[in-house]
């Protein structure tokens, strides 16, 4: 939008493009990460069941049960809702880059490939320090 | 007289560009260009390209900001504004970019009622939508509501994109390059409904072009640029009388 000037057109509207387009999009990354942290989660254990049902019979129940019996709430919730930061920064990270672009095609290229770069480094070094304070705030 | 009325009857301008100085790195685009337009007055800005014309509307909207110098509209200097007041006489300005800038992933139809929804909260979504049929029907694009930017030429976006410009019935148009890509009956339909908008909405319209045959069609005054400035202002006889060599080279090459 930004190399096609449609995000000036939205500003030269008198509409703020930063509460129109990147806001938005930041909340939207804020609330599916952890949705989509489930949905992992959901297909690891389907696939992990699978696995395990190959090398030896056993039904998803008692896979299931077998596999939470020692886990509690904080193996599950803080970690899902961490997921929550990671939006937050590649939400961020994402509209930054983008209402930056510059120099067409080959710039638009650029900022999706610096999004990505820094947003990984960012979410990694997040991870880091959130373990840390959920290890601290949930032992 | 209030401000306001002097300003409707054209006694002073609405848009003062005061000594501006624009530069991107070591690159000097405007050098201490002053221009001024009033309601009901169309003026051309012309050069060469490359020679800042299309910074200088940039910055009377407000997407950049000078060095140096002032742009006041309504006599107000934008330069410090932040961006919700800017919003406010933003509301009273119409943009129509080069490309057009529309919406791509919204119908024609959305991409003219966008500002209409964001501004207009009190108007009921019948009376914005017989609003966007009805600027639609003055550019004539009144059959095209459901069709995508994707879908028309590039004249017809610039159609669509003059119609959403004139959205909020603005008293100022800016208008970059509006016939630049097109051929010369699209150009022409262009001109042709620039000086019926400017007739039926009395507006202070800045045009930006190389095309000397569409400023000449359209506008009152014509100003040319050089080196980031104002060479010569006036009408096009005027230009067509003077002696300086560069207007003499730009009027022969045109």
């Known amino acids: 939008?930004?190399?096609?000037?449609q995000i000036d057109a939205i500003e030269a509207s008198a509409v703020n493009p930063y509460r129109l387009l990147a806001a938005t999009r930041i909340l939207a990354c804020i609330l599916m990460l952890p949705l989509l942290t489930l949905a992992a989660d959901a297909c690891g254990l389907v696939m992990g069941w699978v696995a395990q049902a190959l090398v030896e019979p056993l039904s998803l129940h008692q896979f299931i049960n077998s596999?939470?019996?020692?886990?509690?709430?904080?193996?599950?919730?803080?970690?899902?809702?961490?997921?929550?930061?990671?939006?937050?920064?590649?939400?961020?990270?994402?509209?930054?880059?983008?209402?930056?672009?510059?120099?067409?095609?080959?710039?638009?290229?650029?900022?999706?490939?610096?999004?990505?770069?820094?947003?990984?480094?960012?979410?990694?070094?997040?991870d880091v320090v959130l373990v840390k304070l959920i290890i601290l705030f949930f032992p | 007289m209030t401000q306001e009325a002097a300003e409707e009857d054209g006694s002073v301008p609405v848009v003062t560009v005061e000594d501006v100085h624009k530069s991107f790195?070591?690159?000097?685009?405007?050098?201490?260009?002053?221009?001024?337009?009033?309601?009901?007055?169309?003026?051309?800005?012309?050069?060469?390209?490359g020679t800042g014309k299309s910074v200088l509307l940039r910055l009377i909207i407000g997407l950049q900001k000078p060095d140096s110098g002032s742009v006041r509209i309504h006599r107000q200097d934008i330069a410090g504004l932040a961006l919700d007041q800017l919003g406010e006489i933003r509301k009273k300005m119409g943009f129509l970019f080069q490309h057009a800038a529309l919406y791509d992933s919204l119908t024609v139809e959305q991409n003219v009622a966008f500002p209409l929804q964001h501004h207009n909260k009190e108007m009921s979504k019948s009376e914005q939508a017989d609003r966007v049929k009805k600027l639609l029907a003055e550019v004539g694009m009144e059959g095209d509501l459901e069709k995508m930017p994707s879908d028309i030429s590039g004249g017809m976006q610039k159609?669509?994109?003059?119609?959403?410009?004139?959205?909020?019935?603005?008293?100022?148009?800016?208008?970059?390059?509006?016939?630049?890509?097109?051929?010369?009956?699209?150009?022409?339909?262009?001109d042709d409904l620039v000086l019926k908008l400017q007739e039926e909405h009395h507006m202070a319209s800045i045009v930006v072009t190389h095309d000397l045959h569409s400023a000449k069609t359209i506008a009152d005054r014509l100003a040319l640029l050089n080196q980031g400035k104002v060479v010569i202002e006036g009408n096009f006889e005027q230009l067509q009388e003077s002696d300086i060599e560069f207007v003499r080279e730009f009027l022969k090459h045109s």
């Open chain 2, 159 to 190: 159609r669509v994109g003059l119609a959403r410009a004139l959205a909020l019935e603005p008293n100022i148009l800016l208008l970059d390059e509006p016939t630049a890509g097109l051929d010369p009956i699209s150009s022409g339909e262009i």
């Open chain 1, 1 to 5: 939008m930004k190399v096609t000037e």
């Open chain 2, 25 to 49: 790195g070591s690159q000097k685009v405007l050098n201490g260009i002053s221009l001024s337009v009033r309601r009901g007055e169309t003026l051309a800005v012309l050069g060469r390209s």
């Open chain 1, 67 to 126: 596999g939470f019996k020692g886990a509690d709430f904080n193996d599950f919730l803080p970690p899902t809702f961490k997921t929550a930061v990671f939006g937050l920064i590649i939400g961020l990270i994402a509209c930054f880059q983008g209402m930056r672009t510059h120099g067409g095609a080959a710039g638009v290229g650029r900022a999706a490939t610096s999004s990505v770069v820094l947003s990984s480094l960012f979410v990694i070094l997040a």
